[in-house]
């Protein structure tokens, strides 16, 4: 079964606009991350976070974590075309982050 | 330095038919997980190998085994093929982090 949901399922947006995902789990976790995926192809991480964590960058990513809300939210900030895919978040449903259990991700379209 | 790469790309069988899927880790990573991903789905884990040994299994039926040679490389083998299992196979390998690297994946179809 999938252990989280991403929010919205499908978004659109012109480029240069910012680009905001949500994905809600049901378990406690050690952290959560977020991959990309072009096309029904692998996916690509973009980010981790850990639980004792509530913000993390990397480039035009910033993802935050509200482990009370059990909640993560995905920003990516002046989006380009090449942006286009879907996006999916991930935790590690027990302790030891062997096994990641995603939600069925977003699908986002940038526009030129 | 070479990602995760998976054999064959893409893949038609029939129901009945067995299939063996292919996967070499990343440089230095010893620990390989397989997903399944069904068509607009978001992955679901198979089960994991490490030390050549199955460490932990998805809920999946016994129609799915797999292998980790000593070179850390690993194999899924799928028998009785159903039309359910058509999907996208994808291996990943990591190396005592916590990050997951996947491989392009195989497709699946059945007929």
């Known amino acids: 079964s999938q252990q989280g949901e991403e929010d919205p399922q499908a978004l659109s947006i012109q480029e240069g606009e910012n680009a905001t995902m949500n994905c809600s789990y049901k378990t406690s976790i050690n952290n959560l991350q977020w991959y990309r995926q072009n096309s029904g192809r692998g996916l690509v991480h973009l980010i981790l976070?850990?639980?004792?964590?509530r913000e993390k960058h990397s480039g035009r990513l910033r993802v935050t974590l509200d482990t009370s809300k059990k909640s993560s939210s995905l920003l990516i900030t002046a989006s380009r075309a090449a942006d286009t895919a879907s996006y999916f978040c991930?935790?590690?449903?027990?302790?030891?982050?062997?096994?990641?259990?995603f939600g069925k991700g977003t699908k986002l379209t940038v526009n030129p | 330095d070479a990602g995760v790469t998976q054999s064959p790309t893409h893949l038609i069988k029939t129901r009945g038919q067995q299939v063996t899927l292919r996967c070499s880790p990343k440089?230095?990573?010893?620990?390989v997980s397989w997903y399944q991903q069904a068509l607009g789905q978001g992955p679901q884990f198979i089960f994991q190998?490490?030390?050549?040994?199955?460490?932990q299994r998805g809920n999946f039926p016994d129609r799915f085994s797999g292998h980790q040679f000593p070179n850390y490389s690993s194999e899924l083998n799928v028998n009785a093929l159903l039309l359910g299992d058509s999907a996208l196979y994808l291996c990943?390998?990591?190396?005592?982090?916590?990050?997951?690297?996947f491989g392009p994946g195989t497709r699946l179809l059945v007929l």
């Open positions: 440089s230095g990573h010893d620990t």
């Open positions: 991930a935790t590690d449903a027990q302790g030891g982050s062997e096994k990641l259990v």
């Open positions: 976070i850990r639980s004792n964590e």
């Open positions: 190998y490490y030390e050549e040994e199955e460490r």
């Open positions: 990943a390998s990591r190396e005592g982090g916590e990050t997951q690297y």
